[in-house]
Nanobody, 123 residues
Framework: QVQLVESGGGLVQAGGSLRLSCAAS????????MGWFRQAPGKEREFVAH????????YYADSVKGRFTISRDNAKNTVYLQMNILKPEDAAVYYC????????????????WGQGTQVTVSS
């Protein structure tokens, strides 16, 4: 079982940066691939990025490629999402998620979810 707690959300101007963190409980964090997803009001939850258990392999949605960076520190049981050049369309509640095995873009494949952190981008 993994419990996830996101932090780092807030209000930022367009063009600015934020770094989200997701702290995981348990001693087996390194056994889980981690993903970030987001959901804006009235929209479906969408994939943002995922990272492999070792942190070597990452994958991004086209909409954030080149602006966002996912990383993890297995010694700290934490995954990060560095978000640069933020746009108003990036505003959403951001969720981290964990699954055993490989990362995937499908939210249905993730067994564990955090409560989310709000990101607001002003234009």
């Amino acid at each position: 079982q993994v419990q996830l707690v996101e932090s780092g959300g807030g209000l930022v101007q367009a063009g600015g940066s934020l770094r989200l963190s997701c702290a995981a409980s348990g001693r087996t964090f390194g056994n889980y691939a981690m993903g970030w997803f987001r959901q804006a009001p009235g929209k479906e939850r969408e994939f943002v990025a995922h990272i492999s258990r070792s942190g070597i392999t990452t994958y991004y949605a086209d909409s954030v490629k080149g602006r966002f960076t996912i990383s993890r520190d297995n010694a700290k049981n934490t995954v990060y999402l560095q978000m640069n050049i933020l746009k108003p369309e990036d505003a959403a509640v951001y969720y981290c998620a964990a699954r055993q095995g490989y990362g995937t873009i499908s939210s249905r494949e993730y067994a564990y979810w955090g409560q989310g952190t709000q990101v607001t981008v002003s234009s």
